[in-house]
């Protein structure tokens, strides 16, 4: 162990079996004025990305409010299988607490959406929300990445000048099709948009195992249209349907996160590098000398106060709600916020916490008499023969996170209903960017003659409604306050009622009539019109958790802006945000991706400045 990396970091080098009393003296025993070159707030997906890339050549120190998921959750954000049925993913307001892991976060009232609090979970963990996701590894279309490059004026943009960022971030493992066992889930991918050689940090592999479910229900998203794409997602185009890989690692089927990748990498006695981490450590205000250069934040640990000092750069990376309430508590946000708080303004930026995107599901039930993962894992002799077998080879039902996603552009029979504002709005997406994804899955069902409740479920990748993240007082201990703006703008709910109709066709289609079984669970076959269709989904529509864009990259003086396409805030120096908030919009799918590759670009930005 080199001496340079300090107390806290020899815990987490000392791998899992140090106990946790241990763990904890060292976690408490060091809070206390420090010096780095790097300060990293938030050591979740991006934080832990960027501050490894940085100690490759200059001093790191993550604040991290949470602790380690590996001792803090164990087997259920290990182990891939569980990340699908965690408590996490509960989203009403009445939902199980795990106050270790998670930020608890609620909601207010959703006007537009059953005047619902939403529980939206966020990682409060070494690895943030890539300890709690569900996984799927997919990026976005190169159309997208464009539109940010022509909207930033920086090309660096595009898909093509970002690829070696995406990358340099992960290492693909192909199919083991010895373990999937299911030759009818095949798999299509372009090898070349990986690099085989310089591998990533981050694991990227396919399960060894199919949900049989997954494999019926994939069908019948075929035969409406979605054909499979030939070159999978990740190549520039999300059209069609694939097997997509997770954030795995296939070597013992365990969750790749950017703890157990790029932290651990840092860590690596065999390399050189420089990285402390703060864990249970709340940054509560960035400081700024009086040139509004950040120079530090006060950490608070167990209500000890402070000061970890930036002699190089803050790097905020606290995720889409708090790094906007962590800027407005410092100083940087709308004036009238601000002022209204009684914060000194440092930098009067109204885009902090503004043009909140959000992706929106809504699922359609019915009963189907083939088994799902569930179905296999039921009784606890079935238990013991997949323990056998996942930790045996790393196969079988408990190694598997997924997943089979769908995604199109609604066909033209489909636009028919949408009104002229609606068809305009969706008009001003680039050509390549999905409308709507579809995921199919099921659970274990109580019914006799239904063996599981198999789910259809239609994701908006075009949302118009804007939601917002803002503060009620001056202090870290309030919980920002967010308006997810859900459905305020009727296109929304006009694309997801024409969704809707997608799904139910997919049900009906002949290719699954041999297993479907019995009439619509939910929402019901009485739900027909426009209007009780669009009710059910103002009912029911949740989160997917790929909410951004609250701290804005664009360029200087425009309006909404918050940080430039090199994530540097406008107004102050010495300050970036790096994480999905500076996406100016959500890229169509899922963002993990994206992230990584935007704090590998970053990094990369700041090494060649430093
Ligand atoms: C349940 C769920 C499922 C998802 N499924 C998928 C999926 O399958 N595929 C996919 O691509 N994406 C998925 N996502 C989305 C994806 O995981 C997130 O978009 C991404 O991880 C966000 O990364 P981030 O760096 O912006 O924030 P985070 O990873 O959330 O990191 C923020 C970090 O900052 C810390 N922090 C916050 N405030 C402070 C403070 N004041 N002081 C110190 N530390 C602080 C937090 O504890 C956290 O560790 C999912 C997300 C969730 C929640
Ligand atoms: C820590 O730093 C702060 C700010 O520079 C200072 O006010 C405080 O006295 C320091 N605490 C200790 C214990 O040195
Ligand atoms: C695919 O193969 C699996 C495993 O043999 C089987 O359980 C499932 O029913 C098959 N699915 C389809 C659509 O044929
Ligand atoms: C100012 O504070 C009041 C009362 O706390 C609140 O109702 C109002 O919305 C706030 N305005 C802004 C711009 O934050
Ligand atoms: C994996 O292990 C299980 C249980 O021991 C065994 O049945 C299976 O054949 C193995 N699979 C492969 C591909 O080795
Ligand atoms: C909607 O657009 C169509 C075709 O562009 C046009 O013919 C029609 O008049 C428009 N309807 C309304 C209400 O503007
Ligand atoms: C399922 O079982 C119930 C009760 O036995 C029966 O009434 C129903 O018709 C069955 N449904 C189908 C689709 O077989
Ligand atoms: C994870 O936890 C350990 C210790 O409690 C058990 O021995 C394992 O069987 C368990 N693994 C799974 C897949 O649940």
Same mark, same amino acid.
């Given at each position: ?401 997924? #997943?089979?996603? =769908?995604?199109?552009? @609604?066909? &033209?029979? %489909? /636009?028919? +209903? ?5 068809? !305009? ?28 409740? #198999?789910?259809? =479920?239609?994701?908006? @990748?075009? &949302?118009? %409604? /804007?939601? +917002? ?5 001056? !202090? ?49 076959? !009485? ?84």
């Amino acid at each position: 162990m080199k001496d340079h990396i300090r107390g806290f970091v020899l815990v987490l080098c000392g791998v899992l079996a140090r106990s946790s009393t241990q763990d904890e003296q060292v976690h408490y025993g060091k809070p206390g004025n420090a010096s780095y070159d790097y300060v990293v707030i938030g050591g979740g997906t991006a934080g832990l990305a960027i501050a490894s890339r940085l100690s490759e050549f200059a001093s790191v120190a993550v604040v991290e409010a949470g602790g380690r998921y590996e001792q803090d959750n164990g087997n259920q954000s290990v182990v891939p299988y569980y990340g699908l049925v965690t408590p996490f993913l509960a989203t009403t307001e009445e939902y199980p607490h795990q106050s270790s892991m998670d930020w608890d976060l609620l909601s207010t009232p959703q006007s537009s959406a059953g005047n619902r609090r939403m529980h939206y979970a966020q990682g409060k963990t070494l690895g943030g929300s890539s300890a709690i996701n569900t996984m799927a590894y997919h990026r976005g279309t190169a159309g997208s990445y464009q539109r940010l490059a022509d909207l930033l004026g920086d090309q660096s943009f595009s898909f093509d000048n970002l690829l070696p960022f995406f990358k340099r971030s992960c290492a693909l493992t192909p199919p083991n099709l010895a373990k999937r066992a299911a030759p009818n889930a095949t798999v299509l991918y372009n090898p070349s948009t990986f690099d085989n050689i310089l591998q990533g940090p981050l694991q990227v592999s396919w399960g060894n195992w199919v949900d049989p479910t997954q494999s019926w229900l994939a069908r019948a998203l075929q035969t409406i249209g979605q054909k499979l794409n030939p070159s999978g997602f990740s190549s520039g185009q999300v059209n069609g349907g694939a097997w997509i890989p997770s954030t795995i690692d296939p070597k013992d089927a365990t969750r790749s996160s950017s703890e157990s990748s790029y932290l651990k990498l840092a860590l690596d006695e065999k390399r050189t590098t420089d990285i402390t981490v703060l864990l249970r450590s709340q940054a509560t205000k960035i400081l700024f000398d009086e040139e509004k250069k950040a120079v530090g934040a006060v950490v608070s640990t167990e209500g000890n106060d402070y000061v970890i000092t930036a002699k190089r750069e803050v790097i905020l990376s606290a995720g889409v709600f708090h790094s906007p309430q962590l800027l407005m508590l410092s100083g940087i946000g709308p004036a009238a916020t601000l002022t209204n708080n009684s914060i000194p303004i440092l930098s009067d930026l109204p885009g902090v916490g503004q043009n909140l995107w959000d992706q929106i599901f809504f699922n359609v039930l019915r009963g189907i008499s083939v088994p799902n993962t569930g179905t296999y894992l039921a009784t606890p002799d079935q238990q013991a023969v997949a323990l056998q077998q996942y930790y045996s080879n790393a196969s079988g039902p408990y190694s598997s996170a997924g #997943g089979y996603l =769908s995604f199109e552009k @609604l066909p &033209p029979q %489909s /636009r028919t +209903s949408l009104s002229n504002r609606t068809t !305009s709005l969706l008009s001003g997406f680039p050509s390549d960017w999905p409308e709507i994804e579809y995921i199919a899955s099921g659970f274990p069902s109580g019914v006799a003659n239904i063996t599981t409740i #198999g789910v259809i =479920s239609a994701t908006l @990748l075009t &949302p118009t %409604s /804007r939601g +917002s993240v803002t503060i009620s007082s001056a !202090s870290i201990s309030d919980p920002p306050v967010i308006d997810l703006g859900w459905l305020t703008d009727e296109a929304d709910g006009e694309i997801l009622v024409a969704a809707f109709k997608r799904v139910r066709e997919a049900w009906n289609s002949p290719a699954i009539a041999s297993i479907t079984v019995g009439p619509e669970i939910v929402p019901g076959d !009485s739900v027909t019109s426009d209007s009780d269709i669009l009710s059910f989904i103002r009912q029911s529509a949740q989160p997917i958790w790929h909410a951004s864009s609250t701290c804005a990259m664009g360029k200087r003086g425009e309006k909404g802006a918050v940080v430039d396409s090199k994530a540097r805030v406008f107004g102050v120096t010495g300050l970036r945000v790096v994480d999905n908030s500076i996406t100016p919009f959500s890229v169509p799918g899922h963002p993990q991706s994206t992230v990584y590759m935007l704090a590998e670009k970053i990094a990369a930005d700041i090494l060649k400045t430093k």
